[in-house]
C-alpha cells in the first residue's frame, strides 16, 4: 500500500530542518531563542507555513553581508 500525504501546505521541524541543512535539534534551538521562522504549535508538533519559511530565509539573507556583498556587485 503506497503512503499518502495529506493535502496540508505545513511542513514539519524535521522537513523545515532538511530545506535549511539543520538538524531538528537545530531548528528548535533556534526556534526557542526566537531565531527561527514563525511556527505553529499543534499538539505535540510544531507546523511551518512555507510562505513563514521563505519570508525568514529572504530575511536572513538580507542581513547577511556576503549577502549584501554580492547584491551590491550585480
Known sequence: MSETRNASPYITTKELAAVIRKTPGAVRVMRRRGTGPKGTRVGRDVLY??????????????????????????
Open 49 to 74: 507555513h512555507p510562505d513563514d519559511v521563505q519570508a525568514w530565509m529572504e530575511a536572513k539573507g538580507i542581513a547577511d553581508p556576503l549577502y549584501q556583498l554580492a547584491a551590491s556587485a550585480a
